[in-house]
């Protein structure tokens, strides 16, 4: 990194997409100064100043310019520092753009299935994205096959960009795992997956960055708290 390059990460300590933010960084090696934000109550000027469109985290300010989302980051900190090993993105454009396919894929099913398990509004609806949500893993184990070719991990002997779209949600599927006694990464149905994440999260680079899972579940009750109270007095106004 030049040394004049300045980095600085706007984002919050549960978030999975700062997460991602935070392991492209880990892997890059790079230093940068991480500020904690406050995304429920009044937020900071900064953050509202370097993304008024959706005013979220992560924010990446690179010398002064701020690059936002974390899928947007993750491919500017691997195009930006394509010297410092490892290269997040393939060098060939069609590997690239499966790479991209697959990043995406977790967004759209993985994450919006998972989102719907926890915030579905009837039981029936958090059925159903449990259903969905272990049906992404299962396509997922199959994507892990095909982009590995038998080697560690999606991007291959190293970590690569899907490797990163899919671990900014590992703390929030671990903590899912403590609180439904479920595995969602089970070794019968998606053995290839429960591999990847015990490797995954045995790094180093991971292990910098990776929030705290006990903290996640003590969050995640407590939100669950907030919900059911708020639930009970809607129902008492009626």
Not at 31 to 38: A, D, G, H, L, P
Not at 55 to 63: A, D, E, G, S, Y
Not at 105 to 124: A, H, Q
Request: charged share 25%; hydrophobic share 45%; aromatic share 10%.
């Amino acid at each position: 990194m030049a040394g004049e390059d300045e980095l600085k990460l706007l984002g919050m300590w549960a978030s999975p997409f700062v997460l991602r933010a935070r392991l492209a960084l880990s892997f890059k090696g790079l230093k940068y100064e991480y500020v904690e934000e406050e995304i429920f109550g009044n937020k900071g000027e900064l953050l509202v100043k370097s993304n008024p469109v959706h005013k979220k985290v992560p924010v990446l300010i690179h010398n002064g310019k701020p690059i936002c989302e974390s899928q947007v980051i993750v491919q500017y900190i691997d195009e930006i520092y394509g010297g410092a090993a490892p290269s997040l993105l393939p060098v060939d454009p069609y590997d690239r753009a499966v790479a991209r396919f697959w990043a995406a894929y977790i967004d759209d099913k993985l994450f919006s299935s998972f989102m719907v398990m926890i915030m579905g509004k009837t039981e029936e609806e958090k059925a159903e994205g449990r259903k969905q949500l272990f049906a992404a893993a299962e396509t997922l184990e199959g994507a892990l096959k095909e982009c590995s070719n038998g080697r560690p991990f999606f991007g291959g002997d190293s970590v690569g960009y899907v490797d990163i779209a899919l671990g900014g949600f590992v703390a929030w599927l671990q903590t899912r795992d403590i609180l439904s006694g479920l595995k969602h990464f089970d070794a019968d149905k998606t053995p290839l997956l429960a591999a990847w994440l015990e490797r995954f999260c045995a790094l180093n680079e991971t292990q910098a960055v990776m929030p705290d899972v006990m903290k996640l579940v003590e969050l995640s009750k407590k939100r669950q708290a907030q919900a059911a109270a708020a639930a009970a007095a809607a129902v008492q106004g009626n």
